[in-house]
């Protein structure tokens, strides 16, 4: 057992280091630690309250991607660490499970990782989050649709039946593409850990849709994505949007196949915005590429992003206390490399921040929604 100290800020965070989540939560944990080490590096933390600026210190532990660990975890944190700062999981249901403990503590949970609307619909007081909602995951879908592929009038969604992060991404993008007036020739959904490929894809080209949806886990998905390409599928859909195809292992595991293939992100390296707090895009992809081979995706992005945020606020607040911290975060409103960090003050969710398109082509995830900062053009699945 690690006790709080006097002289260090201690951070936790439990991290999928096993599990269906390994990849994300490694990622995860580099963000933090590549922050931490940056802080560090510039002196620490100034807390007023305690007269000093103050080191930062990170314990983890693997929540092995399961609900049950990861409240272990969170429970071990707060009570045997006494953790100043907690750090969530990646995932959404991993989320909700850590941010239930944490707010029966009165622990602020500052969500990198849970981008489910559910997690901010359950009444806790106690959590702060810096991702676009999962509802709001392909908002731009339809905008960028109607610029580029306009002779497209119809999608299909498959969606896995596990997990709220899958099923609020489908909802929101249904939404938006009918209100668009889009029609929808299929919704179904599929169970991750048994389903019948070929029967699926079936069903999908039997409907002939203009855009394909696929919003489910990782290793599935890119089954379904490997499929569409070796059953020759992709010729016959104007576009093919995954969700997993914006992390680069989409691009590791089908190599070339990847073109054409559109997914969101919640960070992109040519986004940029007018910084108010913290480094720019630049110094972070510079920061995360130190002594790592790891590519740089938005799962490690947006755990650092969570760093540059609580320093932010713990300066302003000149406190740790969760109470004084919260009251703090409820009001801010400022401008890191990832976007804009605001909440509503009631749940903790985050409010007007918009989520980038990308499309691979030519073996290079291109930005290509918004167009004011696009760096591709969105080009249909079928020509690639």
């Known amino acids: ?49 305690k007269g000093a600026t103050l080191p930062v210190s990170l314990i983890h532990y693997d929540d092995h991607s399961r609900l049950t660990s990861v409240r272990d975890c969170v429970t071990r944190l707060i009570e045997e660490d006494k953790v100043d700062i907690l750090i969530g999981p990646y995932g959404s249901s991993l989320s909700i499970a850590a941010a239930s403990v944490a707010d029966t503590n009165h622990k602020i949970l500052w969500n990198q990782g849970g981008s489910s609307d559910d997690i901010y619909q359950k009444g806790y007081k106690y959590v702060m989050g810096v991702l676009t909602s999962a509802e709001e995951y392909l908002s731009g879908l339809p905008c960028a649709v109607k610029a580029h592929i306009s002779d497209a009038s119809t999608y299909a969604v498959v969606v896995a039946n596990k997990g709220r992060f899958s099923r609020s991404v489908s909802s929101g993008v249904c939404r938006e593409l009918d209100d668009y007036g889009f029609s929808n020739v299929l919704s179904c959904e599929y169970d991750p850990h048994d389903f019948g490929i070929d029967d699926l894809l079936n069903s999908v080209m039997r409907c002939e849709p203009d855009i394909l949806i696929c919003v489910g886990r990782i290793e599935p998905d890119l089954m379904i994505a490997k499929k569409i390409i070796d059953s020759k599928s992709k010729s016959a859909i ?63 992005v947006q755990a650092y992003s969570v760093g540059v945020v609580v320093k932010h606020i713990i300066e302003m607040a000149g406190s740790l206390s969760q109470n004084i911290l919260r009251d703090v975060a409820v009001d801010a409103d400022f401008t890191t490399f990832f976007g804009r960090f605001k909440v509503d003050p009631m749940s903790g969710k985050p409010i007007n921040r918009s989520m980038p398109l990308v499309q691979w082509q030519n073996g290079s995830m291109e930005l290509v929604w918004p167009e004011s900062q696009a760096s591709g053009t969105l080009r249909p699945t079928s020509d690639f």
């Not at 965070?13 to 922050?35: C, D, I, K, R, Y």
């Not at 960070?267 to 790891?294: A, Q, R």
């Open 238 to 300: 104007k576009l093919c949007v995954f969700v997993v195809a914006g992390i680069s292992r989409f691009a590791e595991v089908l190599e070339e196949d990847a073109d054409g293939f559109v997914g969101p992100v919640q960070w992109h390296k040519d986004v940029f915005y007018t910084v108010d707090v913290g480094p720019n895009n630049s110094d972070v992809i510079s920061s995360l590429l130190e002594n790592s081979e790891m590519p740089v995706d938005y799962p490690m």
């Open 1 to 49: 057992m690690q006790e709080s100290s006097e002289n260090v800020i201690l951070f936790g965070m439990p991290a999928s280091l096993s599990g269906e989540f390994n990849v994300q939560g490694a990622q995860a944990l580099h963000g933090v630690t590549s922050w931490i080490r940056d802080v560090n590096r510039e002196g620490g933390i100034f807390v007023k309250d």
